[in-house]
């Protein structure tokens, strides 16, 4: 299970891309990248995954590089609704451990 | 609606008062787990069980238990609860067969212990 370590707070305006960038510079082979999303007093939700290069969805893009030590969670064009925790795991095995994530806060 | 539903939603409880706190999954996952949030610290994970029968310790097991007795279950019991118990409360459950099974979470339980 690798450690990772992200920004503990970012602030953006309404309509910007914003980039948050996970560092797990012991990542695994079998390792995944997973992002998920918590508002206030609610569970966690499953944004996007990769393993490697880029991942694209509905939500927001995931980059990878090729050495996989780091990963960019990229969501375009935010609006209040964004605001909220994001967390980064990488891990391919339990137990699914999460740190404190990244307090995205999206201004007017 | 696949999900995972926690009861009940909010607790108030007193010291030493023994409770549980359900949780219930209709997505025939393997793994299950539970995680105690609080300000500042993020998600902690006190228990999980990667399948029926096999539990195993989180980062923060003392003071709870915790039982797999069927699939689709994984109660969460707290003995003698005290007042560093009070937290917010989630559950969630996955595949196991492959590493990249996303988690789902319950909407969480509200604990206050006092």
């Known amino acids: 299970l690798a450690k990772t370590t992200q920004p503990i707070s970012m602030d953006s305006y309404e309509g910007q891309e914003v980039n948050i960038t996970c560092s797990h510079n012991?990542?695994?082979?079998?390792?995944?990248i997973t992002w998920y999303q918590q508002f206030p007093s609610q569970g966690p939700r499953f944004i996007i995954q990769?393993?490697?290069t880029k991942v694209t969805n509905e939500v927001a893009s995931l980059f990878i590089p090729a050495d996989r030590k780091s990963s960019t969670l990229s969501l375009p064009r935010v609006s209040l609704s964004d605001t909220a925790v994001y967390y980064c795991?990488?891990?391919?095995?339990?137990?699914?451990?999460f740190g404190k994530g990244t307090r995205l806060s999206v201004i007017a | 609606e696949a999900q995972v539903t926690q009861n009940p939603r909010y607790l108030i409880t007193v010291t030493g008062k023994k409770l549980t706190v359900t949780c219930s999954q209709n997505?025939?996952?393997?793994?299950m787990s539970w995680y105690r949030q609080d300000p500042g610290l993020g998600l902690r994970q006190i228990y999980y069980?990667?399948?029926?029968?096999?539990?195993d310790k989180g980062d923060v097991p003392e003071g709870y238990k915790v039982s797999r007795k069927e699939k689709r279950n994984f109660p969460l019991i707290l003995e003698s609860p005290s007042p560093n118990q009070t937290s917010l409360y989630f559950c969630?459950?996955?595949?196991?067969?492959?590493?990249?099974?996303?988690?789902?979470f319950g909407n969480g339980t509200r604990l206050t212990v006092t």
């Open positions: 969630a459950s996955s595949f196991m067969d492959r590493g990249n099974s996303p988690l789902h």
């Open positions: 012991n990542i695994a082979t079998n390792d995944y």
């Open positions: 990769g393993y490697k």
């Open positions: 795991l990488a891990s391919g095995n339990t137990p699914l451990v």
């Open positions: 997505m025939n996952h393997e793994y």
């Open positions: 069980s990667m399948n029926v029968e096999v539990t």
